[in-house]
T-cell receptor, first 111, second 115 residues
Framework: DAKTTQPPSMDCAEGRAANLPCNHSTISGNEYVYWYRQIHSQGPQYIIHGLKNNETNEMASLIITEDRKSSTLILPHATLRDTAVYYCIVRAEYRDDKIIFGKGTRLHILP | EPEVTQTPSHQVTQMGQEVILRCVPISNHLYFYWYRQILGQKVEFLVSFYNNEISEKSEIFDDQFSVERPDGSNFTLKIRSTKLEDSAMYFC?????????????FGEGSWLTVV
């Protein structure tokens, strides 16, 4: 079973920052937080991951709380193409550890 | 940017027929996976594969399913005798290349319809 809790859906106005929360209160010391998204019927797309420090790449920023029990994915300027289901996943650092998908958050970007 | 490619993008098959879904993982990756997604449901793990053998499989991955890496580039999922409930999107994924950490990258999927 997925070890994370996410709201089932969120809305965000186009051009605004989308902040997607995730709770992972049982995360272990060797587990990373990964974010993926799935745009309708496409393959899951990797966004970003982190262990304990905040991370930023060209797609998004990831803020992980100091106790590592929750995190927030930030899409700084949401566009209509960001409408998707976003998955927060905790995964061990072992090279072959699989991903277990939960239900994710369905993000609607409103024009 | 390297990507996982899958063929066919869509296949329609008769119930009871054998189906082979093909995947070309990212070239330097060492770990390979198959997932499936029934319409409207979650993405489900089927199997992981490393060093020419299955490293883990789910309850879904029964004797009707098999995987193979027949050469240095392809990774296949075979369903021996398809059932109506095998209709789903099947995603191939890979990870674990040198210098790329263990981030898993997914293909765009093969949509299987069993009639």
């Amino acid at each position: 079973d997925a070890k994370t809790t996410q709201p089932p859906s969120m809305d965000c106005a186009e051009g605004r920052a989308a902040n997607l929360p995730c709770n992972h209160s049982t995360i272990s010391g060797n587990e990373y937080v990964y974010w993926y998204r799935q745009i309708h019927s496409q393959g899951p797309q990797y966004i970003i991951h982190g262990l304990k420090n905040n991370e930023t790449n060209e797609m998004a920023s990831l803020i992980i709380t100091e106790d590592r029990k929750s995190s927030t994915l930030i899409l700084p300027h949401a566009t209509l193409r960001d409408t998707a289901v976003y998955y927060c996943i905790v995964r061990a650092e072992y090279r072959d550890d699989k991903i277990i998908f939960g239900k994710g958050t369905r993000l609607h970007i409103l024009p | 940017e390297p990507e996982v490619t899958q063929t066919p993008s869509h296949q329609v098959t008769q119930m009871g027929q054998e189906v082979i879904l093909r995947c070309v993982p990212i070239s330097n990756h060492l770990y390979f996976y198959w997932y499936r997604q029934i319409l409207g449901q979650k993405v489900e793990f089927l199997v992981s594969f490393y060093n020419n053998e299955i490293s883990e499989k789910s309850e879904i991955f029964d004797d009707q399913f098999s995987v193979e890496r027949p050469d240095g580039s392809n990774f296949t999922l075979k369903i021996r005798s398809t059932k109506l409930e095998d209709s789903a999107m099947y995603f191939c994924a890979s990870s674990g290349g040198l210098g790329s950490g263990n981030t898993i990258y997914f293909g765009e999927g093969s949509w299987l319809t069993v009639v």
